[in-house]
């Protein structure tokens, strides 16, 4: 899927003028209908009450929580903010659950940057430098957005494990693979967008002086905030979210991310639902901070990353 | 605190370390005489990529097509198409398989079947941004944390339905006199039985369970696509349809779906790479594919590595890349299509 | 100031397409040089070299006796005036005006000074501080002048920098970019496709065709002596009629036998085009400018008018002659098919002609050209060159 044809889709999302044809015209009733409607209504009341329930339950009190269900809140309701705090002393392989946190932060700021920026450069290379093969370059680039990460896992833990190898597992190990597996869709995408900028502009710039660094520093990046935006959110979320990737290459506890120690919790403490439930609603907050205030961004990047090998 | 600080400062060094390495190799390359300084600010910029690409993909990929001919803890034995007979007849590896094409076939043709329908009659309803928003939302939530949410949906304890936590197993106590049967208490994701069926061919329970979580989180993406390709159908088209006489029904199926086609076809492709893939749900729901609910990117991580088997593994990715590539030859080609125009 | 001289410049692409076969062109210090020609000529592509944009493929480059084959952009010292205007859309325009003295590292002082002092020559000094995507087509245009201009380079390079502006303004602009020219004396290189700019702007214009220079000239030169078919043609509007003629023996003198009837020609056309005399049994091009038919003169042509166009300064009538008409193609020197063509005259408005009648234009024969219908090229008061 390319940058450009993502726009719409956006757009639709979040309102578009045409989106916004006043009810009651010929047109607004077109195919909806009442029952439609209510269809709809039902499945989105369906598709939020799970979350709702997490959501409702990490506040009840243990007692309450694993004496009957969360509705039962409406009519006893109760509330305390115990849950998180001890969710957050919970210790997983010797280490709290707030190192974890800690961790995610740690894996996923620099495995969302890194990946961009080198793709902005490559990507910068294949539209606005000559060399030879070029062309072709690229198009390897892109075959290579069929290649499942599983197909290196194996490999790339062996080289990251072998004497020679400057990173031993751990966090910087995970920032490395993630911005391998980030690197054939990041540089498609960003081409697609940084291609499409006037030529005449790369030339003016030329013209007054600037040199290539000069150009993507000053004239590319800023002009590239939206698609950037766009992918490194997508990446963000991607790595936030990932548990293949940290499992594999970041060896033991001490280096893995809130996915990693709510899969070992679940395993160990599946009915300490008062941990869960907390726990769960914390890996979650961050990605739903995103969702909700960089919407716009958050569906370009995701329908952009969608394609992801 | 300190290890707040420490975090930061970790997470500042990684970063200074890169953007350092980056420029002073400019740097370097500027100082060079003509016309290497050229070739060598090239080299800067488009390298790093390259080097991550040929060392981090090429090479290993080439790699795990060697060592899948392999057996043994660190595949040093060689086993010839030895893994891929073992898929292939051994019966929990079969289990496998068969899981894997059931999530395949249900989360695609569910969610974007879901995604069909929402688009279609949320379209210019009233407060069809919230509902849409409502429906996208778990789209941006881990899998490991969806997994978490539906666990509690599907959590049972005892028989009392009044002690029940988890929503489903409430329901399905509480509906015990409405419905016909006999309604017991039920451990959901340890079924590995298709409702009551023992088959070779039909999923568990569980993996159904499972398979409900993956369509949950899809069915949102489906839909937004979906949805703005639907608003790009002219209204002339649909107009014109009615004029002839089409019912709604009849113009949507026979003007609006022809329409969006291409799209629907993306949307199923980018749906089934993604369910292909599944991994996080196992872990979280399957405890790591117990119960008869592995998939084969659980079973190549599982394989691969806590088992060390990393022959089989290698074999299982190879097994998923030679699945996947024919189906981003189908999105590519649909793509295009779309591009010039139908 | 400047100079820069072309010598023997070849541009060859990679799939051997040749745009530039072999170009000799030297703008003075201080001049302004238009390239003209219709779509294809080469004429942004010598401009493209010109600023180090393209590579040249072949002969020298010198800006001030200075060889710059090599150099890129940034080191030939030039600005240049994209179609587009090219303008930076992330910045002011105040930041557009001042990136390549930041670039240059120029003191912050000056930078302030200057971009405060083009603003303020182009009248932008209220909306230095709006993108460029605020601005209207006229102040974008302005924008990338003071961009050029604030510079002080020692080459000024213009890309069809008017093309995007609206008619009106472009008279305007047109006049304004003459006048800063002038003023600021720095030597100028202009491309476009449009004559009337060519004629209105230009020191000197360079007609290319197809990769080849066909004239340099001053604009009267270019009017009123052309070198070849194409320039005669490319340059005017309406542009000259021209027909097939063949040279007579007149009894005191040559004449051109054009259809059936025959056109004395007196001593001013000898004086023009002395060679004519030699030239008695050969079938030439005949060409005259509109307004060189119709009010004055000694010539005499029968025609059929066909339509009558009211401008308010001039009338246009479009009248059939018996003869087929001439123009050079990318195939060379074409014959129009019919045994008729149509010509224009210029004419007084005060003429009460309609369509239908037929009249006798005069024709002025100080003003005719003649041209070989082999080379194209223009029969010339050079009595000792050999025709043919």
Redesign the interface.
């Known amino acids: 899927?390319?940058a450009a044809?993502i726009d719409?889709?956006?757009?639709?999302?979040?309102?578009t003028p045409?989106?916004k044809?006043p009810?009651g015209t010929k047109?607004?009733?077109?195919?909806?209908?009442r029952k439609?409607?209510i269809?709809?209504?039902v499945?989105?009341?369906l598709?939020?009450?799970?979350?709702f329930?997490?959501l409702i339950?990490s506040f009840r009190p243990e007692e309450d929580?694993?004496?009957?269900?969360?509705?039962n809140w409406f009519t006893s309701p109760s509330f305390t903010t115990k849950n998180y705090s001890s969710v957050l002393d919970t210790t997983i392989g010797a280490k709290p659950f707030?190192?974890f946190f800690?961790?995610s932060?740690?894996i996923t700021?620099?495995g969302a940057?890194?990946p961009i920026?080198?793709?902005a450069?490559?990507a910068?290379?294949?539209s606005w430098?000559?060399?030879k093969g070029r062309d072709w370059?690229f198009v390897g680039?892109v075959a290579?957005?069929?290649?499942?990460l599983?197909?290196?896992?194996?490999?790339?833990?062996r080289?990251f494990n072998s004497d020679y190898f400057p990173l031993n597992n751990g966090?910087?190990a995970i920032?490395?693979?993630h911005?391998?597996?980030a690197?054939?869709l990041a540089?498609f995408l960003l081409k697609n967008f940084i291609g499409s900028l006037?030529r005449?502009?790369m030339?003016?710039?030329?013209?007054?002086?600037?040199?290539?660094?000069?150009i993507?520093l000053?004239?590319v990046l800023?002009?590239s905030v939206p698609a950037i935006a766009s992918i490194g959110i997508f990446q963000f979320?991607w790595v936030?979210?990932?548990?293949?990737v940290a499992?594999?290459f970041g060896g033991g506890a001490a280096n893995q991310p809130m996915?990693f120690a709510?899969?070992d919790m679940?395993?160990t403490k599946?009915n300490e639902?008062q941990l869960?439930?907390a726990?769960?609603f914390i890996?979650?907050v961050v990605?739903?901070i995103?969702?909700l205030s960089l919407?716009r961004y958050?569906?370009r990047g995701?329908?952009a990353g969608?394609?992801?090998? | 605190m300190v290890e707040i600080l420490k975090t930061f400062a970790t997470v500042a060094f990684g970063l200074a370390v890169f953007v350092g390495i980056l420029f002073g190799l400019y740097w370097l390359a500027s100082q060079l005489p003509e016309p290497w300084r050229e070739r060598a600010r090239v080299a800067v910029f488009v390298g790093p990529a390259l080097l991550l690409l040929v060392g981090g993909l090429i090479i290993p990929s080439i790699y795990t097509g060697r060592l899948s001919l392999y057996k043994g803890t660190s595949a040093t034995k060689w086993y010839g198409l030895g893994n891929f007979r073992d898929l292939f007849t051994d019966s929990d590896n079969l289990i496998v398989l068969r899981n894997t094409v059931w999530w395949v076939i249900l989360a695609t043709t569910v969610s974007t079947i879901v995604g069909i329908t929402i688009a279609r009659f949320a379209d210019r309803m009233r407060g069809e941004p919230i509902a849409k928003a409502l429906i996208f939302l778990p789209t941006a939530i881990s899998l490991v944390g969806a997994g978490i949410i539906w666990n509690f949906v599907y959590a049972t304890k005892g028989s009392d339905p009044d002690k029940q936590f988890g929503l489903l197993t409430w329901l399905w106590l509480k509906l015990d006199p409405i419905l016909p049967g006999k309604q017991e208490a039920h451990y959901w994701l340890q079924d590995r039985k298709f409702f009551g069926i023992d088959s070779n061919f039909l999923p568990g329970t569980n993996t159904i369970f499972m398979i409900i979580v993956i369509i949950w989180i899809q069915a949102g993406f489906a839909t937004v696509v979906l949805s703005a390709a639907m608003k790009g159908v002219p209204d002339d088209l649909v107009e014109a349809a009615r004029i002839d006489g089409a019912t709604d029904r009849q113009a949507f199926f026979r003007i609006v779906l022809p329409y969006v086609r291409g799209t629907i076809i993306t949307v199923a492709t980018t749906t089934l790479i993604a369910v292909l893939k599944v991994f996080d749900i196992i872990q979280t729901m399957g405890k790591g594919g117990q119960f008869d609910t592995s998939t084969l990117a659980n079973d190549m991580y599982t394989r691969s590595f806590p088992l060390e088997q990393p022959g089989y593994g290698a074999m299982l990715a190879v097994i998923l890349f030679v699945a996947v590539v024919p189906i981003v030859w189908v999105n590519a080609r649909n793509q295009r299509a779309i591009r010039e125009g139908r | 100031m400047s100079t820069l001289q072309l010598v023997n410049l070849k541009k060859t692409y990679e799939n051997g397409y040749e745009a530039i076969p072999s170009l000799d062109l030297t703008i003075k210090d201080g001049e302004f040089m238009v390239l003209v020609g219709p779509s294809g000529c080469g004429k942004s592509t010598v401009l493209r070299m010109v600023a180090g944009l393209e590579d040249i493929s072949g002969g020298d480059m010198l800006i001030d006796d200075v060889r710059v084959n090599d150099k890129s952009p940034q080191q030939r010292d030039i600005a240049m005036v994209f179609q587009s205007y090219a303008l930076y859309p992330n910045m002011t325009v105040g930041e557009n005006i001042a990136f390549a003295m930041k670039l240059r590292k120029v003191d912050k002082a000056t930078i302030a000074a200057k971009v405060a002092e083009v603003g303020k020559l182009l009248e932008l000094d209220k909306v230095l501080d709006r993108k460029p995507g605020q601005l209207s087509g006229g102040q974008r245009q302005r924008v990338a002048m003071g961009r050029a201009i604030v510079r002080e380079p020692k080459l000024f390079l213009m890309d069809e920098p008017l093309s995007n502006l609206d008619a009106k303004l472009r008279v305007q602009t047109r006049a304004e970019i003459s006048r800063l020219q002038r003023r600021l004396g720095i030597t100028t290189m202009y491309v476009t496709h449009d004559q009337v700019e060519a004629m209105t702007m230009g020191d000197r214009v360079a007609v290319l065709r197809r990769g080849h220079l066909m004239q340099v000239a001053s604009p009267q030169d270019l009017y009123h002596h052309p070198d070849n078919l194409f320039v005669a043609q490319f340059i005017g509007s309406p542009s000259m009629n021209v027909m097939r003629a063949e040279v007579v023996d007149g009894g005191s003198g040559p004449a051109l036998k054009i259809g059936a009837q025959t056109l004395t020609l007196d001593d001013a056309a000898l004086d023009r085009i002395p060679s004519l005399r030699s030239m008695v049994g050969r079938t030439v091009g005949f060409g005259v400018r509109p307004e060189a038919l119709g009010d004055d003169g000694t010539g005499r042509l029968d025609v059929l008018v066909e339509l009558v166009e009211m401008l308010g300064s001039e009338l246009l009538v479009h009248c059939t002659i018996d003869s087929p008409s001439v123009r050079q193609t990318d195939d060379g020197i074409e014959v129009g098919s019919g045994m008729e063509s149509m010509i224009i005259a210029s004419m007084d408005t005060r003429n009460a002609i309609k369509a239908g009648d037929r009249v006798t234009l005069t024709v002025d024969t100080s003003r005719i050209h003649i041209f070989d219908m082999e080379t194209g090229d223009a029969i010339v008061k050079r009595v000792d060159q050999p025709v043919g």
């Open positions: 899927m390319t044809t719409p889709v956006t757009d639709a999302m979040i309102g045409k989106d044809t009810v047109a607004a009733k077109r195919l909806s209908s439609g409607a269809a709809v209504w499945i989105a009341a598709w939020t009450v799970p979350t329930g997490l339950s929580i694993k004496a009957n269900g969360w509705w707030s190192d800690l961790n932060v740690k700021i620099p940057i890194i920026v080198i793709a450069f490559a910068y290379a294949f430098m000559r060399f370059i680039v290579l957005l069929v290649v499942p599983q197909m290196c896992l194996i490999p790339l833990l080289y966090v910087p920032w490395l693979a911005t391998i597996f690197m054939p540089i006037p005449e502009i030339e003016a710039a030329r013209v007054d002086g600037a040199s290539h660094m000069t993507f000053r004239i800023p002009l979320l936030w979210n990932d548990l293949l499992k594999v996915t709510m899969v679940v395993g599946g639902w869960l439930t726990g769960a890996t979650m990605p739903l995103v969702f919407q958050f569906v995701l329908l969608s394609v992801k090998g």
